[in-house]
């Protein structure tokens, strides 16, 4: 069982919808990402976050906003998306972000847009 | 963005048989990591190797740090039929944790 915990697993909506994506880590970890992954794709980095602090932004459009509340919890919340956006969205963490801190991935969270 | 060169791309085998899988790249990485995605599932951290050179095994996988610094392998021994998914290896940077991946190779293995 995956140390970092992702709900919901599978979240359809449509394209004037407003949801959020939750991930929730307990190991004490200060960096926490966000990568989206289509089918047969490696995972595409999107944000990340570091001692609760927005360090990197992929160039990820603005219908993709992240927030991390605290050190344990990061949200990606989600306004208009496009159907081109349906993908596996996935949450890391790892001890910080210096060298030889390995990521852990939470299991996803599958976004199906309509 | 970025991608690593994994090779191959998929392979299909008898339950038993060694698998060998590799990544290269152009530029050098402090740390290489390898993940298995089962469908459905996230990565699941398999090895983590931090210096040139450093072979590592876990279980019936071992896995090498190449000595330039730009390249790792991964071996499966005596493959059994819960190794089937997707293979990634990830190169990690020096300056922020940020992963290159491979493009993953799938394995089947039939029994």
């Known amino acids: 069982d995956t140390e970092v915990t992702q709900t919901p697993k599978h979240l359809v909506m449509g394209m004037t919808n407003k949801k959020s994506l939750k991930c929730e880590q307990h190991m004490g970890h200060r960096a926490m990402y966000w990568y989206k992954q289509k089918a047969k794709k490696p995972p595409e980095l999107m944000f990340v976050y570091s001692y609760e602090k927005l360090s990197i932004n992929e160039s990820v459009p603005s219908r993709f906003s992240p927030e991390c509340p605290n050190s344990s919890l990061l949200n990606l919340h989600l306004h208009a998306l496009q159907p081109e956006d349906s993908a596996l969205y996935l949450c890391?963490?790892?001890?910080?972000?210096?060298?030889?801190?390995?990521?852990?991935f939470g299991d996803g969270t599958r976004l199906s847009i309509l | 963005g970025q991608q690593l060169n994994q090779s191959p791309q998929s392979m299909f085998i008898q339950e038993g048989e060694d698998v060998s899988m590799n990544c290269t790249s152009s530029?050098?990485?402090?740390?290489w990591l390898w993940y298995k995605q089962d469908p459905g599932e996230g990565p699941v951290l398999l090895i983590a190797l931090y210096k040139a050179g450093e072979l590592t095994s876990n279980g019936r996988l071992t896995a090498q740090f190449g000595i330039t610094r730009k390249d790792s392998f991964l071996n499966i021994s005596a493959s059994i039929p819960s190794d089937v998914g997707i293979y990634f290896c990830?190169?990690?940077?020096?300056?922020?944790?940020?992963?290159?991946f491979g493009g993953g190779t799938r394995l089947m293995v039939k029994p």
């Open positions: 890391a963490s790892s001890q910080d972000r210096g060298p030889n801190q390995p990521q852990h």
């Open positions: 530029s050098i990485f402090n740390t």
């Open positions: 990830a190169g990690q940077d020096v300056a922020g944790n940020m992963l290159t």
